[in-house]
């Protein structure tokens, strides 16, 4: 254990908190706390990159923690019956995290590497930002209804609704990008060259 894997580890921790949060109605703090996993993301990659500290757990977990912070907050937010979040954003985002985490682990135990594309550091950032801002705009408005609902917040939802969609085609298209090139690795029966696992996917 270092302090880029106790970051992770820690992140790991908060996901369901800040589901217990959003389920509790405390959105402000679920937002306060997003943000700080948000923030241990960016930072214990760059700390074990920086401290020459990569280990086969922060390879494996690294990852695995951010699916796992995006999947709860996609559940707490169908809990809350968020109406730009409907139920078949979370069903993709959801279904190609567990899909493309079952092949990783598959890899991570066979000995080959997995590819970190550039697609998928970009649906990363975009699910990140989504959940972030759709966070700051339930904290925003429940301080004035707890309904989640004030007047004039029909063009502010229908963009949030627009980052959504755009975040889980970035998913489906990372997700099929993974599989094409793990079909065309096994076919030519090479590994994927190995790459820094701590940077996403």
Do not use: H
């Not at 993709?92 to 590497?113: D, P």
């Not at 997700?175 to 065309?184: I, T």
């Amino acid at each position: 254990m270092n302090w880029p894997n106790g970051l992770t580890v820690g992140r790991m921790i908060l996901g369901p908190v800040v589901l217990a949060c959003l389920i509790a109605g405390a959105v402000r703090l679920a937002f306060y706390l997003f943000v700080v996993a948000m923030l241990t993301d960016l930072y214990d990659g760059y700390l074990a990159r920086l401290s020459d500290n990569v280990t086969e757990f922060g390879k494996l977990m690294d990852p695995l923690a951010d699916k796992v912070l995006v999947s709860l907050v996609l559940v707490g937010f169908l809990f809350l019956g968020l109406t730009y979040v409907p139920l078949w954003m979370v069903a993709a985002i959801v279904g190609r995290e567990l899909l493309i985490l079952g092949c990783r682990t598959g890899a991570f135990k066979s000995g080959e590497g997995f590819v970190t594309s550039r697609i998928a550091k970009w649906k990363t950032a975009a699910q990140m930002a989504w959940l972030a801002t759709v966070l700051l705009y339930l904290t925003i408005v429940s301080r004035a209804a707890p309904s989640f609902s004030s007047p004039g917040s029909a063009g502010v939802e229908r963009f949030l609704w627009v980052l959504g969609t755009a975040a889980v085609v970035l998913t489906l298209v990372s997700g099929a990008e993974y599989l094409l090139n793990g079909r065309s690795f096994a076919r030519s029966g090479e590994a994927p060259p190995e790459r820094d696992l701590r940077e996403g996917g």
